[in-house]
């Protein structure tokens, strides 16, 4: 077992980074054209919410459905939609 080294009030809120920005600008470039968040949500049958929340970097609570679905829409493995970000 991993030792715990936060108390509730120290623990980070997130180590965890997405990547789903930059993976938006690159698809929209080899496109050539601008992917709107709404296009995303509609091919992945995702929220709009939740891809909005996820545009901001935001990946706090998000599913496993989620991210396979965005790694399928973005044609990624799960390391190029998040990273983990040591303090």
Do not use: Q, W
């Not at 997130?14 to 509609?42: C, G, H, Y």
């Amino acid at each position: 077992m991993i030792p715990n080294h936060y108390s509730s009030d120290t623990m980070p809120e997130s180590m965890i980074v997405s990547k789903f920005p930059a993976l938006k600008r690159i698809k929209s470039a080899k496109e050539n054209r601008d992917i709107t968040l709404r296009e995303i949500a509609e091919a992945t049958n995702l929220s709009l919410g939740t891809i909005h929340k996820l545009s901001t970097g935001n990946i706090n609570g998000v599913k496993v459905e989620t991210l396979n679905a965005l790694c399928r829409y973005f044609g990624v493995g799960i390391g190029d939609l998040i990273e983990y970000k040591a303090d």
